[in-house]
């Protein structure tokens, strides 16, 4: 039988509504995680990559798994999948640089700097917090931003408005690691740039983790 996947749809929500409407509420997770590795082989096709052997082996073995050990498994698998694609994007992205540009290696600060432009630029939550901290720099900035949130966002989900609201954490913690020219913990620099291309939940459990990592990496600065 033939399955149906996200990219049968016109958007990500429209996916999400149909697997809320038609597959039973014990089945969701899994099926909202099988659409995940489909997404991620989809993306693997359209760079020209094989998908990964082991990565294919493994869903194989996923998949004569039962629930609730066969979601977990799942899940478990897109988040490497998801980590193995950001490294890859990354080297690409930063390849692709270095062939344009053979300046020397630039200072803590300055990669911190590239990343909040590039976030400023690409990432629509985060630029909301820069542009409202911008407008209002001589008053009190938290006091009207979830007003000021809900006026941009209106009827968003929560999942968007709560990701809006960590991307004000994440600029104060990236402003703390630029003013100290401190280096940002490994690969958090690629997960932070590529987050705002996250779907669903995964894109709030990836924000957890490297805000979370991103505070530990300050405490054990100042503790040192």
């Known amino acids: 039988m033939t399955r149906i996947i996200?990219?049968?749809?016109g958007s990500h929500d429209d996916w999400l509504l149909y697997v809320r409407r038609e597959i039973p509420v014990p089945e969701q997770p899994y099926a909202l995680a099988l659409g995940r590795i489909d997404l991620f082989r989809s993306f693997y096709l359209m760079q020209g990559l094989p998908f990964p052997i082991p990565v294919a082996q493994e869903f194989e073995?996923?998949?004569m798994l039962q629930d609730p050990e066969?979601?977990?498994a799942l899940e478990a698998l897109n988040s490497?999948?998801?980590?193995?694609l950001t490294v890859?994007?990354?080297n690409q992205a930063q390849s692709n640089a270095s062939e344009s540009d053979s300046r020397t290696l630039p200072s803590p600060r300055e990669k911190i700097q590239e990343l909040r432009n590039h976030l400023a630029q690409q990432n629509p939550y985060f630029s909301l917090w820069v542009v409202y901290k911008s407008d209002v720099k001589d008053h009190p900035v938290a006091e009207e931003w979830g007003k000021y949130l809900l006026q941009e966002l209106g009827a968003r989900s929560a999942g968007e408005i709560a990701f809006a609201h960590a991307m004000v954490e994440l600029e104060k913690l990236l402003s703390l690691f630029h003013d100290g020219n401190r280096v940002?913990?490994?690969?958090s620099f690629e997960?932070?740039?590529f987050l705002h291309s996250l779907r669903g939940p995964e894109r709030?459990?990836?924000t957890r983790a490297v805000l979370g990592m991103l505070t530990a990496e300050l405490s054990a600065c100042t503790s040192a």
């Open 6 to 9: 996200p990219s049968d749809f």
């Open 61 to 63: 073995r996923i998949e």
């Open 70 to 72: 066969r979601t977990a």
């Open 80 to 84: 490497e999948v998801l980590r193995n």
């Open 88 to 90: 890859h994007l990354f």
């Open 184 to 187: 940002l913990p490994g690969l």
């Open 191 to 193: 997960r932070i740039w």
């Open 204 to 206: 709030m459990l990836q």
